[in-house]
């Protein structure tokens, strides 16, 4: 039986704006350090650039995914129907230990690290998003937070878990009105 709560109390660190200062937090401090295993969760995602702060030399997002994903971190996307006709995906579709599922329904925003490291907000997994373009300004008003908190974590955990697993599908609107097949490979 799923159990939503409606709120739960947790202890975050918030960030907000478009100067791209989020980007550090997320990206470097956050799944580049990944150990085990990353779920994304996002409507959206491109092949944005993600600068090595010590050399400056630059690599796209799959390429730092597919590093990670051959030093055996086990590493899940949820993405939204369209992203399979992008490049991202194409890119990385049938590399070992990366895998996809597409709901028609996912709008959320999630990075979750090795279950005990998550980040939750509006950004998708962009450029834009995430705060990686240089001149600030360029980047979209964003809001979200970090957290190490284990109850809150185990919450966002299950609710992908059960995503991934097609458990919302059965009364989904979009899928009894023939917009959507359920959770796609």
Not at 98 to 125: P, Q, R
Not at 147 to 157: K, M, R, S
């Amino acid at each position: 039986m799923m159990v939503l709560y409606l709120s739960v109390e947790y202890q975050g660190y918030l960030f907000y704006g478009n100067d791209g200062d989020s980007f550090e937090y997320i990206v470097h401090n956050g799944f580049m350090k990944a150990k085990k295993g990353i779920w994304f969760a996002s409507a959206k995602v491109t092949d944005f650039m993600i600068p090595n702060p010590k050399t400056k030399e630059a690599f796209q997002f799959s390429q730092r995914i597919y590093q990670l994903a051959k030093q055996g971190i086990k590493i899940k996307f949820i993405l939204a129907p369209k992203e399979k006709e992008k490049k991202f995906y194409q890119k990385l579709k049938n590399v070992e230990n990366i895998e996809f599922k597409f709901c028609y329904n996912l709008h959320m925003k999630i990075v979750l690290i090795d279950s005990t490291w998550l980040y939750f907000g509006s950004a998708n997994l962009t450029g834009a998003g995430l705060g990686s373009r240089t001149r600030k300004g360029r980047n979209n008003f964003e809001i979200g937070t970090i957290t190490i908190d284990e109850q809150v974590i185990q919450n966002i955990e299950q609710l992908l878990a059960e995503i991934w697993k097609g458990k919302h599908c059965e009364n989904c609107y979009q899928k009894n009105k023939g917009y959507c097949q359920g959770i796609e490979i």
